[in-house]
């Protein structure tokens, strides 16, 4: 479990440090799902749980982009 705490503290580090146009939305989510997954895949629900937040995280942002593309051409035309 301590070699893992490392691995948390870098990736919400990294995460806090890049710039954020979607807050935490999915966060907590990804969080909660990656954390079941994790625990079943030989119990690392933290590791899970950072991997999911990350990964809907990006989900969320990618979703808010396209929207976004997608009022603008909406607005051009």
């Known amino acids: 479990m301590r070699k893992f705490i490392p691995l948390a503290v870098s ?3 990294l995460a806090a440090a890049t710039p954020q ?3 935490a939305k999915g966060c ?3 969080a909660v799902a990656g954390a079941v997954a994790g625990h079943y895949m030989h119990h690392h629900a933290v590791v899970g749980a950072v991997g999911g937040c990350i990964a809907a995280h990006e989900y969320y942002k990618h979703k808010a982009k ?3 593309a997608a009022q603008q051409q909406q607005g051009a035309h």
Do not use: N, P, T
């Open 11 to 13: 990736a919400a580090l």
């Open 66 to 68: 396209q929207a976004a």
């Open 28 to 30: 907590v989510r990804g």
């Open 21 to 23: 146009s979607v807050a």
